[in-house]
């Protein structure tokens, strides 16, 4: 994900503005995390327009009493926590088809019995099982509409998230798919921006800085949001817009993190900000995930490594970008602090641990495609790639947001974030150079003990 940062001079102001491109997530529910105790959440309605929500729950009673509720409703055996649940998808999609209604898949399959990581992926021909692997336990729809663990509060992975990586990487297609976002503003809201602050000159007062903030806002207007790989409604496509928002809040001090973390906003120093100067800031996975078995018949995926990066550029005057020279050392400081302290953040803000669930789905479906487990289980999953018997693409597609802005008197120079996007390629993750040794065989000795044998007729997941 990026997030741009336009630096202009004016002296002698000590004024530092921060302008954030911002796109919010579901349609139907708003869904967030935590900033300090209230839970918060982003919505995007039938227009696109994004609108942020927080929900009070100071006692956490509401919690408690949303968790009895689903406590009592779920299968005892699925609330039970697991250090590995196992699913299998061939069977579990022909239960889905053996339903009254397959359009309407059961409250275990939606969230695929309680999974909360993809930690393992295994192939059984002799049986025509291919099995997801991972710790789960039960779940509950927290208050700003985000489904998470009824005890550790990690969110479950979905079935509309792995169907949407599935259909990204079928099977008998080895095109290599890139997934992203991204969130851009136009050239002409640039040039706008860059008109206007050279109309202001280089004085400025702190009475002027309500005046700056929304004549920037106006200025930039509507910002454009682009999504590849996969359908733009999709709620895998909006939780990577999401988390490049939040991300994006926090850099430039719109939303106070849930763990120490310095911002960008904090470690910018004007002195060092280039004139024009556009950051560009985004989340790619760390593509050393992945260890496979000799035998190809078990794949592990390993760590919590999603990286922020960034990428330096500048604004003409005719609101072109071009690629800069020297690197702004705040942002490199920002990207690598929040990386070092990512698997905290995702701990502590559920929708960095689904942005790494989003990436471990897809690079266990291009795994599934690479390596023809489709053709060894003798498994067309029908049902699971098709949108007309299972419906994923149900959201409203964001296609344009307005800039947030943040003003704060610091220094002598005028400091604008701009921008998002995500980048994930799961064929890297499966280049030769980035597969990880699998010492004393220990994920294939891990598949032998996974037995599918014994299996009841119907039954789809086990532990």
Known sequence: MSLR????????????????????????????????????????????????????????QLTRQRIEAARAKLNPKVTTKSKLRKVSLPRMEKALAALVDPSHPTEEMLHLAGLQRIQYVFLYPETGDIVIAGPAEGW??????????????????????????????????????????????TPEGLAKMQQFLRQQGSQATPGQTQFIVESLRT???????????????????????????????????LEQPPVKLTSWVERASTSSVGRNALQRWYFMPDYKCVRVSEGDTAME?????????????????????????????????????????????????????????????????????????????????????????LAVQTYNSPVQVESAVNAIWKGSQLLTPIGGGVTVRAHEALATDNLLEDKDHKVEKLREEVSVKGLADGQWWWD
């Open 301 to 389: 995926l390993v760590g919590d490594g999603v990286k922020l990066v960034g990428a330096d550029e500048v604004v003409g005057a005719d609101g072109q970008r071009k690629q800069a020279g020297k690197p702004d050392a705040a942002s490199r400081s920002f990207v690598n602090g929040f990386t070092k302290k990512y698997p905290e953040l995702a701990e502590k803000s559920p929708v960095y641990a689904q942005l790494r669930c989003l990436i471990d789905l897809a690079v266990a479906a291009a795994f599934l495609q690479e390596h023809d487990y489709y053709g060894k289980a003798n498994w067309k999953p029908d049902a699971l790639l098709s949108e007309d018997k």
């Open 140 to 185: 509950v729809e927290d208050l700003a509409g985000r489904v998470v663990g009824m005890t550790t509060g990690r969110p479950v992975l979905e079935l509309q998230d792995l169907v949407v990586a599935l259909r990204a990487y079928p099977p008998g297609d080895n095109t290599e798919t890139m997934i992203g976002c991204s969130i851009d503003p």
């Open 219 to 253: 200025c930039l207007g509507l910002q454009k949001v682009r999504i590849e790989g996969v359908p733009p409604n999709t709620h895998f496509a909006q939780v990577m817009v999401e988390a490049d928002y939040r991300m994006k809040l926090i850099g430039i001090g």
């Open 5 to 60: 940062r336009l630096g202009l001079q004016l002296s002698g102001t000590g004024l530092a503005v921060a302008c954030l491109v911002a796109v919010g997530v579901t349609p139907h529910v708003a869904r967030g995390q935590a900033t300090g105790t209230a839970p918060a959440g982003v919505i995007v309605d039938a227009e696109g327009v994004l609108r942020r929500q927080t929900f009070a729950d100071p006692t956490g």
